[in-house]
């Protein structure tokens, strides 16, 4: 069973730095695109960070410059940092990874995994 695990959530000040980590487990033959979304209270779920396999970036507009996204292909892992956090970044965020796993007969497969999400709150 693939499953992915965040850790880094909390509560931080407008203004202030917090890091997401997330990491793969199981049996996982490769994993593909990874990435960030978060969901606000009352809104839909929404991309924040992408990265390839081969390092390629992508964000919108809403948290470029402000936020940047890692991965460790080595270790299965992917990392988000925040800086110069808004109450409006205040949200679940949720890790995202496109896996190829062994399925029927261990032939790979592709599968999209998420995270249980991660609370981050930016307030006063």
């Known amino acids: 069973q693939v499953q992915l695990i965040e850790s880094g959530g909390g509560l931080v000040q407008p203004g202030g730095s917090l890091r997401l980590s997330c990491a793969a487990s199981?049996?996982?033959?490769?994993?593909?695109?990874m990435g960030w979304y978060r969901q606000a209270p009352g809104k839909q779920r929404e991309l924040v960070a992408t990265?390839?396999?081969?390092?390629?970036?992508d964000y919108p507009d809403t948290v470029k410059g402000r936020f940047t996204i890692s991965r460790d292909n080595a270790k299965n892992t992917v990392s988000l940092q925040m800086s110069s956090l808004k109450p409006e970044d205040t949200a679940v965020y949720y890790c995202?990874?496109?896996?190829?796993?062994?399925?029927?007969?261990?032939?790979?497969?592709?599968?999209?995994?998420w995270g249980q999400g991660t609370l981050v709150t930016v307030s006063s």
């Open positions: 995202y990874a496109a896996m190829l796993v062994p399925g029927q007969a261990d032939r790979p497969i592709w599968r999209e995994v």
């Open positions: 199981g049996s996982i033959f490769s994993i593909n695109t």
């Open positions: 990265i390839t396999r081969g390092l390629d970036t």
